[in-house]
């Protein structure tokens, strides 16, 4: 039997650092006629190296680290994550798992396929370790012991069809039990009380998401405070099904389905006010993932003067939306405000003349005086199928919640250029990437400049806690580093943290924004299809500032620190003006 690619490798290494001579890697090629036994196995049998000698030149040969794999005791469940079968005829053992990265002991780490196939089938990557064949044959009937195979007999197929007819029967009787079993667990005092403990503590930390999330053994549950995410006290894994449960009963959701996602929402009464609860359930390896999340009206003011615009960029924001018609665009990632801003704007147009609709998925805010309409895709109730039925109700200003496709983008166009004011969002990082993205969508350059008024793309960056913020004076390298005025002197602020921002140096949020206005020469720009940057470019020299430099702006006034600045904006160029 000739040598595959890896023996002789390994062969030809051997040779040439002395351990075999020429002659007899002939005898070696006779007994591999004779035998299975790999060029490792062979060189060893005969004497050629130590099993000491041979696990140093494999590991300096592949250049991993070598291994004996019954020196170490693995995880069950790091040994579960490779099936018995594929660990014996591929000759593996997985060894330990840090994070995403799994060390598994193997006696040839340059096969390419095996270490793609065990990435497929752990979804992790792979830190290959060298090891002796005797010592991975002794790990595999340790840790993989092999059953013996079940005779194919008529009584043993009987058996299994027996099994299979019981199972079936009892699936529908079992399902009713288990249902009825978490239905009053989610009905019991304690589960009742971690659910309202978790949801109390997640409204007074002010966030704006809870997540409950399962794990193989454990729970965890974290919250979103000002953007970023913190952890809090769990309950045990052993009530995970019953509190998942008890938020689907307060949602009016089926507790019997765990296999698809399911939404929905809920009320809670905290002191003298109502605070909406949005659920979201998420099936997962480990069990059912809920996202609560939490519209409290009380902390969401709908008021532009108290979210944080510059005086200046209200004004054209208040300009726009008294145009009769038009489109007004607010762009940014999920999470930055954009749909708060939007209703800022419809409540400083409600009155009793204006006849208001609002199309989203979901509805977010319950606001009185405005008809909202929640998109169902389920029943074919799309953004779409809304529009033409809202476009025949003779509407003043359409909110649309966000436009995602090219159809819905033209429907909302048309509607701007006869006669109504259309608000909506789209998913770009800044106001000339949206221009580019409605080009992309297949919208001419003509209607989008007859159409759309503005442009403004937000962030919000945590707020400095006013009772602990601590000044420092600007040095020179990072005045150089801002573009600022070289003769000027200017105070920054830093975090310090004290017991009314519970330490963190932090105290809400507050919004930074670049606007573009479509004037007359960008509008030209537009047409011609320039590059984003070049309008851009035009712009700035018009007098937009950029999400950088609106964050630099707060920075100076003391509402935030410029480390946020950079965090939040991370990705806004800065272009020279020329």
């Avoid at 971690?194 to 997540?211: E, P, T, Y």
């Avoid at 977010?364 to 025949?392: K, M, T």
Wanted: proline content about 5%; hydrophobic content about 40%.
């Amino acid at each position: 039997m000739a040598l595959d690619p890896f023996d002789e490798n390994i062969l030809k290494k051997a040779v040439k650092l002395g351990h075999v001579s020429e002659k007899d890697t002939q005898t070696l090629r006779e007994e591999k006629r004779d035998s299975n036994l790999s060029a490792v196995e062979l060189i060893l049998k005969r004497g050629f190296m130590s099993e000491v000698q041979m696990i140093s030149f494999l590991a300096e040969e592949f250049k991993c680290a070598s291994i004996n794999p019954n020196h170490f005791v693995p995880d069950e469940q790091v040994i579960r994550l490779i099936a018995p079968a594929f660990a014996h005829k591929r000759r593996v053992l997985p060894i330990s798992k840090y994070n995403d990265t799994m060390t598994v002991a193997m006696e040839n780490p340059s096969d390419l396929i095996l270490m793609d196939d065990l990435k497929v089938m752990t979804h992790m990557k792979i830190r290959p370790a060298v090891t002796l064949p005797k010592e991975m044959t002794t790990a595999l009937q340790r840790y993989y012991p092999q059953e013996k195979s079940l005779e194919n007999t008529k009584d043993s197929e009987r058996t299994i069809q027996e099994l299979v007819r019981i199972v079936e029967e009892k699936k529908e009787q079992s399902l009713e039990n288990e249902v009825g079993i978490l239905l009053r667990q989610a009905q019991e005092t304690p589960v009742i009380k971690v659910a309202n403990f978790l949801l109390l503590d997640a409204i007074r930390r002010r966030a704006s998401d809870l997540f409950v999330e399962p794990w193989e053994n454990t729970m965890r549950v974290r919250c979103r405070v000002d953007g970023l995410l913190e952890e809090i006290p769990a309950p045990p894994k052993t009530m995970g099904n019953a509190l998942v449960s008890r938020f689907k009963v307060m949602s009016q959701l089926n507790i019997a389905e765990r296999r698809i996602p399911q939404d929905g929402r809920f009320k809670i009464k905290v002191q003298d006010r109502e605070v909406d609860i949005r659920v979201s359930i998420l099936p997962t390896s480990f069990g059912e993932k809920v996202c609560l999340r939490i519209l409290d009206k009380k902390a969401q003011a709908h008021d532009l003067d108290k979210l944080g615009f510059a005086s200046r960029e209200i004004s054209i924001l208040q300009e726009c939306s008294r145009k009769p018609h038009g489109m007004i665009l607010v762009t940014g990632p999920t999470g930055s405000g954009k749909t708060t801003t939007l209703y800022s704007v419809l409540q400083y147009l409600d009155s009793p003349d204006k006849n208001i609709t609002a199309v989203e998925d979901p509805v977010e805010y319950e606001v009185e005086g405005i008809n909202q309409v929640n998109v169902r895709e389920a029943i074919n109730l799309s953004f779409p199928v809304v529009l033409r039925s809202i476009l025949r109700q003779d509407p003043d200003v359409i909110l649309i919640g966000e436009i995602r496709d090219q159809i819905t983008m033209d429907i909302a166009i048309k509607a701007a250029l006869t006669g109504h004011l259309v608000l909506s969002t789209l998913h770009t990082n800044d106001t000339t990437g949206s221009i580019v993205r409605m080009l992309n969508m297949g919208i001419e350059p003509f209607l989008i400049t007859s159409s759309v008024l503005m442009i403004s793309a937000q962030r919000l960056v945590r707020r400095l806690c006013p009772s602990c913020k601590l000044p420092f004076p600007a040095d020179e390298e990072l005045i150089n580093r801002l573009t600022l005025e070289s003769k000027k002197s200017y105070t920054f602020y830093r975090p310090a943290g004290c017991a009314k921002c519970r330490s963190t140096g932090f105290s809400g949020r507050t919004v930074i924004t670049e606007i573009l206005l479509l004037t007359p020469e960008v509008k030209a720009v537009i047409m011609k299809r320039l590059p984003a940057d070049e309008i851009k470019q035009l712009a700035r020299r018009q007098g937009m500032n950029t999400l950088r430099q609106s964050g630099i702006a707060k920075a100076l006034a003391g509402e935030t620190s410029l480390d946020e600045v950079f965090r939040v904006t991370a990705g806004d160029q800065e272009l020279e003006v020329g």
